[in-house]
C-alpha cells in the first residue's frame, strides 16, 4: 500500500536519512527555493538515495497540492523512504528545528521589545540567499527539464507570470500539464486551556480559548489554501495578522518574516513567530501546527495513488508540465525576492559574491556563506 511495487525504496538506513532532514532544517538557509535545490543536489546527485523519477514526482505534487514547498517534498520524500512512517520522522525532524529557534526569538523578541539587530544582519543574509537562491533554481532547472524545447518554453512563461504578479497560481500548474500531456500524447496516437497564564501570554496579554482556537484556524485555513512557497504565504498572512485580524502591527510582521529569513528551514515557520506574539508559545505551537498538519495530510494522503498512476505515460507528461511550471515559478520568485534584497552596491555584491562562491567552491557550506554576509551586513549597517 505504501509504495509501488515496480520501484526499490532508496538504499539508506531510515535513521540516516531522517539525520539528513534535521540537518536541513538546522543549516538550510534560503526558504523553500533553496531548500528543494539543496534536496535534489544532496539526495539526488551527490548521494542517490533518492531517484530522479522520485524527485520529480515529489515536487510536482507539493506544487500542486496547497501549503509549504519543501516540507511537502520532504515529507513526500520520507514516504517514499518508509511509508507513513518515514513521512512523520522525516516531516518532524524537518520542521522541529527552526521550530524551536523561532520560538526561542520570540521570547527574546517579547522580553527586549523588539530585534533591531536583526535589520542589519538581514541586510546581508537576505543578499546572500538570492545568490543561493539563483544557483539553485538554475540547478534545478537544468536537471529536470533536459533539452525538452516545450518545458524550457513553459518554465520562462512560469518565471515572466511569477516574477510579474509576484504570487503563484494553480490554474498555471495545471494548464502546463495539460499541455505536456496532450503534445505528448499526440506522438503516442501517431504511433499507436492552561494552568500556567504565561503559556498563553503574547503582546496583548493572555490570550483567551477563543483567540486560540482562531489562531489554530486561522493558519489552518493558510496551510490548506495557499499554494507555492512561502513567498506566497506571505500576502495571505499579511492580510490576515495586521489587516484583518489586529495581531501585529506593520513592523511586527516585517520582524517576523526576518526571523524566519535569518532562521533555517522552511520559511513558512514564520507563523510560529506570530502565534507566538498573539497567544505565548501555545500559540506558536498551535500557528505551527495548524499551518503544517494539512500539508502533511495532503502529500501523505495522495502519495500512494500519485506513485502508482505515475508512471503512465499521460501523467508523466502532466508530471513534466507541471515540474517545468514549478521550476520557472522558482526562478521568477527568485527575481522578486532578490528585487526586494538588492538594493544598493554592498547587497549586489554580496549576492554576486556568494553566487560565485556557490559556483566555483563546490564545497562551499551554505551555513559559512550566510554567517558571513550576516557579519557583514553588521557591520555595514553598525
Known amino acids: 500500500m ?4 515496480d520501484r526499490e525504496r532508496p538504499r539508506v538506513g531510515l535513521a540516516a536519512f531522517v539525520g539528513y532532514f534535521a540537518r536541513l532544517g538546522t543549516t538550510g538557509f534560503g526558504g523553500p527555493i533553496a531548500l528543494v535545490g539543496y534536496m535534489q543536489r544532496d539526495l539526488v546527485e551527490e548521494r542517490g538515495w533518492i531517484s530522479p523519477e522520485d524527485y520529480k514526482e515529489g515536487l510536482a505534487l507539493a506544487q500542486l497540492a496547497p501549503g509549504p514547498l519543501a516540507a511537502q517534498l520532504a515529507i513526500y520524500l520520507g514516504w517514499v523512504r518508509a511509508g507513513v512512517a518515514g513521512a512523520t520522522l522525516v516531516g518532524l ?3 522541529l528545528p527552526s521550530f524551536v ?11 527586549v521589545g523588539g530585534l533591531p539587530w536583526m535589520q542589519g544582519a538581514f541586510y546581508g543574509v537576505g543578499a546572500a540567499v538570492i545568490g543561493i537562491i539563483v544557483r539553485s533554481a538554475w540547478k534545478l532547472a537544468r536537471a529536470t527539464l533536459g533539452k525538452a524545447r516545450l518545458l524550457w518554453g513553459i518554465f520562462a512563461i512560469s518565471a515572466l507570470v511569477t516574477a510579474v504578479t509576484e504570487t503563484e497560481m494553480l490554474w498555471m500548474f495545471l494548464l502546463a500539464g495539460v499541455v505536456t500531456m496532450v503534445a505528448a500524447e499526440r506522438p503516442r496516437v501517431a504511433m499507436s486551556v492552561f494552568p500556567w497564564p504565561f503559556l498563553v501570554t503574547g503582546l496583548h496579554g493572555p490570550a483567551t480559548t477563543t483567540t486560540l482556537g482562531r489562531i489554530f484556524w486561522f493558519f489552518a485555513e493558510a496551510g490548506t489554501v495557499v499554494f507555492g512557497s512561502g513567498l506566497a504565504i506571505v500576502p495571505f498572512l499579511h492580510g490576515g495578522v495586521v489587516n484583518e ?10 520582524d517576523a518574516v526576518a526571523v524566519a529569513m535569518i532562521t533555517p528551514g522552511p520559511v513558512v515557520i514564520t507563523v510560529a513567530f506570530i502565534g507566538y506574539l498573539a497567544a505565548g508559545p501555545v500559540g506558536g505551537t498551535l500557528a505551527a501546527l495548524g499551518t503544517f498538519l494539512p500539508c502533511y495530510l495532503l502529500v501523505v494522503g495522495p502519495a500512494p ?31 522578486v525576492l532578490g528585487r526586494r534584497a538588492i538594493n544598493d552596491v554592498p547587497t549586489a555584491i554580496i549576492a554576486v559574491s556568494t553566487l560565485a562562491a556557490m559556483t566555483w567552491l ?21
Open 2 to 5: 505504501h509504495t509501488a511495487p
Open 101 to 111: 529557534m523561532v520560538m526561542a526569538l520570540s521570547a527574546l523578541y517579547l522580553r
Open 93 to 95: 525532524a524537518f520542521v
Open 362 to 382: 563546490k564545497k562551499a557550506p551554505e551555513p559559512i556563506l550566510i554567517v558571513l554576509a550576516g557579519g557583514v551586513g553588521l557591520l555595514l549597517r553598525s
Open 245 to 254: 485580524l489586529g495581531w501585529l502591527t506593520e513592523r511586527q510582521f516585517l
Open 305 to 335: 495513488w500519485f506513485r502508482r498512476y505515475a508512471q503512465n505515460a499521460r501523467i508523466r507528461a502532466f508530471v513534466d508540465g507541471v515540474t517545468a511550471a514549478a521550476s520557472g515559478a522558482i526562478a521568477g520568485a527568485a527575481f
